[in-house]
């Protein structure tokens, strides 16, 4: 997960759900190995995993007499014993048992143990299963760990690791992110432009309005390093802050119907999302709001619908709102930092676009011309798109020789705009954009219903000319 901060510290076991997490059966087809979360804090000198009996399960994979001395060698990469080791602890499924001496290794920070075993009462088979129950724990670094294990007839076998009777190993402890914040894809309401009340200061079906969805999720089965509890939100935050950027000069205070620059917190918040209820119920309000930012004290799993209340006078911007989830964690834990991608919010405005707009300074002239075909005057912007894909947005209509004005009336049409003043207009919007001897493909929005652009080419003794 991408807001995984580890920091060095010794994790501590958080209360929570029961159940043993680490008997590990080998002879599964797909052995499931015990999950630690990630969010832990593991110290210079590794954490402890136990709280729960810590097991593995091997086949015996070869026969073990009831007379003569076999050796078991169990290993461990990456991660080494958390105590001593004892020979009490090995035990069989063959119903005569088993009687296990130790042999070797096994203390504390040894990474193998050996011990010498007979079957108690009649052979071991070949099928027959070998449990060892690893005591104290074991302890991590946060790399998985690896159990092996490995029968062998001889003493020296068992130590130099040679003529191997049988051998098995697989993971016994691995490690995952126990929980994951993401920003849910949202349909946010259009900026309303294109009626008589649209004036761009409020949402298509009125304010507040829906701007970006928060999810935290629990992952099943991991587990903390007392490896019977849980680890999910609830243990892992003490608490979090949801920081959102963008333009929120649009939920400013009114005095006397005017904006005054200043902000109530409770203007954006967390709302539950029971259909048509999303943004009536004030969840979490934000504790502070300004004209770029919106803090919002949300924690625990779960989808939070973030609102924000506009009021309806200031213009909306069309943007798409940023955020930041940072948590402080709870003891064992480390602290959490996720950016997130919110709504976008767009105009409902139309707009309409030539594909085939010749170039710039070219020996033909090229002039476009739009035509508000609504009843309802509104601001008109162009993007431009060069052959290599580059464009410059946002290019006002009155930026451009020649146009007095950004807004175009109702029924109304420009005069023709020479493609050389709308390319000067967007290099001075943007001086990267070049269209490097190529044609441009134009786009015209307008804060209106209804939009036409048309395209006009004369010819070279401006006898001729062509519409497109």
Not at 69 to 78: D, H, Q
Request: aromatic share 6%; hydrophobic share 40%.
């Amino acid at each position: 997960m991408n807001r995984k901060l580890l920091s060095l510290a010794v994790a501590a076991g958080i209360a929570g759900a029961g159940g043993s997490a680490l008997a590990v059966d080998f002879t599964s087809a797909t052995p499931d190995a015990a999950t630690i979360a990630t969010e832990q804090t593991i110290g210079a000198t590794g954490m402890l995993v136990n709280g729960a009996l810590v097991t593995a399960t091997f086949a015996a994979g070869f026969s073990i007499d009831d007379t003569n001395v076999s050796y078991i060698r169990f290993g461990i990469s990456g991660g080494s014993f958390g105590g001593a080791q004892s020979a009490a602890t090995i035990t069989t499924s063959n119903a005569g048992g088993i009687t296990a001496t130790y042999s070797q290794g096994g203390a504390t920070t040894d990474d193998y143990v050996i011990y010498s075993v007979v079957g108690t009462a009649n052979d071991i088979a070949p099928t027959d299963t070998i449990t060892t129950d690893l005591g104290a724990g074991v302890t991590v670094t946060g790399a998985p760990v690896t159990l092996s294990y490995a029968l062998y007839e001889t003493a020296s076998d068992a130590v130099n690791e040679t003529n191997a009777l049988s051998t098995s190993s697989g993971t016994l402890i691995d490690f995952a992110a126990a929980n994951n914040t993401a920003a849910d894809a949202v349909t946010t309401p259009a900026i309303d432009v294109t009626t008589t009340t649209g004036t761009g200061a409020v949402f298509v079906g009125g304010n507040p309005a829906l701007i970006g969805a928060v999810n935290t999720t629990d992952t099943a089965s991991v587990f903390t390093n007392a490896t019977g509890v849980a680890a999910n939100t609830a243990a892992i935050e003490a608490s979090a802050n949801l920081t959102i950027t963008g333009d929120f000069t649009f939920t400013q205070d009114l005095v006397a119907g005017v904006p005054n620059g200043t902000y109530a917190a409770a203007s954006v918040y967390a709302s539950d999302g029971l259909g048509a209820t999303l943004c009536t119920n004030v969840n979490t309000a934000a504790t502070s709001v300004n004209a770029t930012t919106a803090v919002i004290p949300i924690s625990g799993a779960g989808v939070n619908y973030i609102c924000a209340a506009g009021n309806g006078v200031s213009l909306i911007a069309e943007q798409t709102f940023t955020a930041s989830y940072d948590s402080v964690a709870n003891a064992g834990f480390g602290d959490e930092s996720t950016a997130l991608t919110l709504g976008t919010l767009t105009k409902n405005g139309a707009s309409d676009s030539q594909e085939l707009v010749l170039t710039p300074g070219g020996v033909f002239k090229n002039y476009l011309r739009v035509v508000n075909t609504s009843n309802l005057s509104g601001e008109v912007t162009f993007q431009l798109i060069a052959d290599d894909g580059t464009s410059v947005t946002g290019v006002s209509l009155g930026s451009i020789s020649g146009q007095s004005a950004s807004t175009l009336a109702g029924q109304n049409s420009t005069s023709l705009i020479d493609i050389d003043d709308l390319y000067a207009a967007a290099q001075a919007a943007d001086a990267t954009f070049d269209v490097q001897g190529g044609k441009l493909r134009v786009t015209a929005t307008g804060n209106f219903s209804t939009i036409e652009l048309q395209n006009i080419s004369l010819s070279t003794d401006n006898t001729t000319f062509g519409t497109f």
